[in-house]
């Protein structure tokens, strides 16, 4: 990513030295065990979706832990591999709320402006959140404050109490922040369920004279 506006605007909010240790930690632990996802799509959420195109973001915390999940776009998993409780939760309320999508690679939402970021981008196999708090969150809140700059109405969806203590992070009054319990088994009845996250997006960027984005694509 290093070639991307994303680069410079990420670059400006944090320590001269950051990006080096970036590089240092990911060298560190992709040497030493299994980590998701695959090295080359760490920053995939950045490479798929351009900071002048986007128009959604969806927070999630760390990548999926399990062998061929993680895409390096929160919540998205490719179509050959099974879609994990809360994918399959997001796609119920999805059909519920603007209709089925057939499949559950999230890619085509990422190439229409929906940038799918994790606060963590790594995570070793098996160990959820095993990389919480060692180096990911000063950069991915520096994602969120650059998000948070952007002229263009940007729409924040923020599932669970995770994601939600983001907040603090968007002040921007064009931008909307829809907010619900976490799309897991554990919480998916606790608001999330009949949230209509997706139309309430489409129906802000459409207000806005924005392309609606085609979540059943």
């Avoid at 799309?183 to 998916?188: D, E, F, G, Q, R």
């Amino acid at each position: 990513m290093d070639h991307s506006v994303w680069h410079d605007r990420i670059k400006a909010l944090l320590p001269e030295h950051y990006f080096g240790n970036i590089n240092q930690f990911l060298d560190q632990v992709y040497s030493s065990g299994t980590v998701y996802p695959p090295r080359e799509k760490v920053f995939a959420a950045l490479e798929k979706t351009a900071l002048e195109n986007v128009k959604v973001v969806i927070l999630g915390q760390d990548p999926y832990h399990g062998p061929g999940q993680a895409q390096g776009l929160s919540f998205s998993v490719p179509d050959s591999i099974p879609a994990p409780p809360s994918l399959q939760n997001i796609l119920k309320e999805l059909a519920e709320d603007v209709g089925v999508k057939q499949g559950h690679d999230l890619t085509s939402w990422a190439e229409q402006g929906v940038l799918l970021l994790n606060a963590c981008l790594t995570v070793p196999a098996g160990q959820a959140n095993g990389h919480a708090g060692q180096i990911w969150e000063p950069f991915t809140d520096a994602v969120i404050k650059v998000v948070n700059s952007l002229d263009q109405p940007v729409v924040y969806i923020l599932w669970g109490v995770y994601a939600r203590k983001k907040k603090v992070l968007i002040n921007n009054p064009k931008h909307l922040i829809i907010e619900s319990a976490h799309p897991s088994p554990l919480s998916a009845y606790r608001g999330f369920f009949g949230s209509k996250p997706f139309s309430q997006a489409n129906a802000f960027l459409k207000q806005a004279g924005k392309e609606e984005i085609d979540w059943r694509r």
